[in-house]
T-cell receptor
Framework: EPEVTQTPSHQVTQMGQEVILRCVPISNHLYFYWYRQILGQKVEFLVSFYNNEISEKSEIFDDQFSVERPDGSNFTLKIRSTKLEDSAMYFC???????????FGSGTRLTVV | LAKTTQPISMDSYEGQEVNITCSHNNIATNDYITWYQQFPSQGPRFIIQGYKTKVTNEVASLFIPADRKSSTLSLPRVSLSDTAVYYCLVGLMNRDDKIIFGKGTRLHILP
């Protein structure tokens, strides 16, 4: 079964540092998403991406965040200057747009110290 | 997306059938009902989706009464590995709609 692959699985960074979280969506998918889940809380939508541009973003997705699809396979989330409250699991997801239900990756656990 | 209400948590034993009910009184005519499952430290996983009556797949069954104001996810003969959070979602579900997750139901299977 095709998978969405996320790297790294764990990342520890110092406050103020930039981090890039990487995702390899399923190859024939066209819609891409980032979500985050703070420990013990809900899964929160961050941003959706289609046709090489952001289609929707949440209030959480402020100027510190950016997404990019630098080539035909990778989809990245960059946090420019991390804050303690950015510590969370970050999930990438992708979908075909032909049927409902998209596939999530296993996540990157980001710890900001 | 329509507002949904589901139990915060449930316990059951291995081998039992588990039914998780979700209320969605304000469901719209074109809305679908979708359930996701999230294991600890993993991303959510699509389980099943339906519009009316009954849908069954290899993982679960989804029962939807005629008024569609509620739905029941049924997991047959659960095992310890079914311990997870289960999310009920109701909405039009256009192909690129974002999913808005609630708190879900934390299902704990006991030996």
């Amino acid at each position: 079964e095709p998978e969405v692959t996320q790297t790294p699985s764990h990342q520890v960074t110092q406050m103020g540092q930039e981090v890039i979280l990487r995702c390899v969506p399923i190859s024939n998918h066209l819609y891409f998403y980032w979500y985050r889940q703070i420990l013990g809380q809900k899964v929160e939508f961050l941003v959706s991406f289609y046709n090489n541009e952001i289609s929707e973003k949440s209030e959480i997705f402020d100027d510190q965040f950016s997404v990019e699809r630098p080539d035909g396979s990778n989809f990245t989330l960059k946090i420019r200057s991390t804050k303690l409250e950015d510590s969370a699991m970050y999930f990438c997801a992708s979908g075909t747009g032909l049927s409902y239900g998209y596939t999530f990756g296993s996540g990157t656990r980001l710890t900001v110290v | 997306l329509a507002k949904t209400t589901q139990p915060i948590s449930m316990d059951s034993y291995e081998g039992q059938e588990v039914n998780i009910t979700c209320s969605h009184n304000n469901i719209a005519t074109n809305d679908y009902i979708t359930w996701y499952q999230q294991f600890p430290s993993q991303g959510p996983r699509f389980i099943i989706q339906g519009y009316k009556t009954k849908v069954t797949n290899e993982v679960a069954s989804l029962f939807i009464p005629a008024d569609r104001k509620s739905s029941t996810l049924s997991l047959p003969r659960v095992s310890l590995s079914d311990t997870a959070v289960y999310y009920c979602l109701v909405g039009l579900m256009n192909r690129d709609d974002k999913i808005i997750f609630g708190k879900g139901t934390r299902l704990h299977i006991l030996p």
